[in-house]
């Protein structure tokens, strides 16, 4: 019975940690973290000119949101993986993982943010134009 309970409460540790989301590729829950990609479109960006550091986010309101479990996240609008580390708030690995995770997410958006900003900003941006109803 005893080897029933611990192989279970190994698994809802592993399983409420978020440990399993890692590789998840673009789903929402994956942990985020600025791509080489990234780094080469701000590089290039950074050549062309801009100078800029758009902040979406605040870095230090999300370390403030993370004391409460799941906060960051929420702050950074990723309602899902806030609600996996709320209900996995009993156990410390998620608690501590959830405030980097937080970080991570605040710095990814304000980098994709800033690339954004600056493509539109030097007109490097192909408008798209609605298409409107005959």
Known sequence: MRIKISIL??????????C????????????????PKMEKQMSYLLDKGCNEEYQY????????????????????????????????SPLIFPYLASFKDAQNSVDYYNFKYTIKFCAQKLGLVRQIKPKTLN
């Open 9 to 18: 409460l190994i698994f809802l540790s592993f399983f409420l940690s978020g």
């Open 20 to 35: 399993w989301l890692k590789g998840a590729g673009n789903s929402e829950m994956s942990l985020k973290r600025i791509t």
């Open 57 to 88: 986010l605040d870095p230090d309101m999300a370390m403030l949101y993370s004391f409460l479990p799941g906060g960051g996240q929420f702050y950074a609008g990723e309602q899902k993986k806030g609600i996996l580390y709320l209900l996995s």
